[in-house]
């Protein structure tokens, strides 16, 4: 069985730092995208991908229309998108979903938050 | 006019600078596990400082949310939120970038605290400086000292209303 791939979006270095290392806890193999634009052409090149962790406000591309153009691509329909933000309202956590984010994670968040979201998403033990 | 009539005919300036500290007191009990301590209302820090800040716009007015601080207290938050020791060398680049995630995540919280009351419509990315906002015609400046750990920090908020 092949090593579990995620995707890292986000356009801070220290939040890619952060999700990158708490996901390699987990068993994940990370790659690293500093926005939506990035994302889509990493996401091209490479092998595929089970989990994107996807920052909201983003230059070039954000991260609600990377969700919007990867389910609309109809590519990459097994990869789990979750949005790891600051944005809290409950509107835009809708829009998220609509759009088709399979999860929702607030920032600030602790480590045992986002672990207990990728457990209920079928990652880790 | 004293400042407690104005406050009182506007009472959004109290608000923001309570919503930014409780934020600030969130982010660094999840984010950066540290004690948080509010000394309370100050003047503008002197001395060299980094600051980090980040645009709100709501329907009435346009905010900046900063976080300032020297070197060393600016350092200690970005090691706490990194979780790197004092004894590892943080890269080129580091604190500025982590410095501003912090202010990003401030400036997310307050948001949220304050569209339950006034519908805010807008967070910017975050942007990260040395030194102040500038005094000046139509901002209300103001300064809250706070510890976060062994850090001294400045929160910010600088306010002025749309036409």
Redesign the interface.
Known sequence: MRDMRALVID?????R??LG?LLKTVGFEVSEACHGRDALEKLGDGPPVDLALVDW???EMNGLDFVKAVRGSGNHAAMKLMMV?????LARVQAAIEAGADEYV?????PEVLKDKLVQMGFGA | MSAALLRAIDPAPVAWAAAVGSALE??AS??LELPVTRIGAVGAPEGPVLGAYIAVLTPGESLQIGIVADAASSETL?RA???IAESEELAP??VP??F??IA??V???A??AM?VQIGVVG????LVTTGLIAAREGIELGYEAVEVGAARVTLVVARSRLR
């Open positions: 356009d801070s270095k220290a939040m730092m952060i290392r406000n983003m230059p933000t600051t944005e809290s309202e607030m920032k600030p968040f602790t | 969130q982010v999840t984010a970005v939120l990194l979780r680049g580091d970038d982590a501003g995630e990003n995540m400036g997310g919280v948001k949220a569209s967070l910017g990315l975050p």
